[in-house]
């Protein structure tokens, strides 16, 4: 099997200026990935990394870290708007270009979200590879909120209600049917995903791994601090 794994890093983050090289416990955010990434491939053969990025600070900041790419993200490819997808499927075009190969399965390690390991990898891999019909997996943690008790929306008469309407009474959340947070971790993606030309992550044959520790994205300023302080202070429930 051909496995490319994929590190996506665009400039221009408004929300925190210079966020995927922004340093959490002395280390610049894209490292973590990285490491793991690396960890991956030694445990594997034929896996590729992939570096894709639109920003010279960043394609410096990966080369210092062992990930050095001849590929630059094409300009209409960087924008804010621009969908994950596209993005993946143009850097893997390149790669198999390049490496004149066809990989079987994209790996997508997402930089805001570097709480997973190498024991999570291989737990995933071996849930798609079980299911070959499955086109992609995705990393979710349990949903604090429901759709279906405590999540409601505005129905069509005006008033509101539950999202999503639930089979009977519901009193508790623990009641509910399980619902999951995408916490925008890590994908696994079968070629045939990309041939069939899919827009977005979710399909009507996507599965899931549960993620069996903390695990969340770095959005806010608050969210670097957080992570920083269960780092520095040895908080994490698992082996970064």
């Known amino acids: 099997m051909n496995t490319l794994i994929t590190i996506c890093a665009r400039g221009g983050s408004k929300g925190i200026p210079g966020k995927n090289i922004k340093l959490l416990n002395g ?9 793991t990434a690396r960890q991956f491939q030694q445990a594997h053969d034929h896996v590729t990394i992939a570096l894709s990025t639109d920003d010279a600070e960043i394609l410096k900041v990966a080369a210092d870290h ?3 790419t001849d590929y630059l993200r094409p300009a209409e490819l960087a924008g804010d708007l621009v969908g994950k997808i596209d993005t993946l499927a143009d850097v893997l075009a390149h790669q198999e270009r390049s490496a004149g190969k066809t990989f079987d399965y994209v790996l997508d390690l997402d930089v805001t979200s570097p ?4 024991q999570d990898l291989q737990a995933a891999w071996a849930i798609i590879e079980a299911q070959p019909e499955a086109l992609n997996l995705f990393s979710v ?11 409601v929306e505005r129905k069509e ?11 009977g009474a519901l009193f508790t959340r623990q009641a ?3 619902v999951y947070d995408l916490n925008a971790s890590f994908y696994f993606y079968r070629r045939e ?6 827009k977005g992550a979710i399909t009507d044959r996507s599965l899931i791994y549960e993620v069996p520790h903390v695990c969340f994205d770095l959005d806010h300023q608050i969210d670097f601090e957080i992570l920083a302080l269960l780092i520095a202070h040895d908080k994490l429930d698992f082996k970064l």
């Open 27 to 35: 280390l610049p955010l894209i490292a973590y990935s990285i490491a």
């Open 66 to 68: 062992g990930l050095s």
């Open 115 to 118: 709480l997973r390991n190498l």
């Open 141 to 151: 943690s349990p949903a604090n909120r429901s759709p279906y008790f405590n999540m």
């Open 157 to 167: 008469n005006g008033y509101f209600a539950q999202v999503k309407q639930p089979d």
């Open 176 to 178: 509910a049917p399980k």
């Open 193 to 198: 995903f990309f041939s069939r030309g899919c």
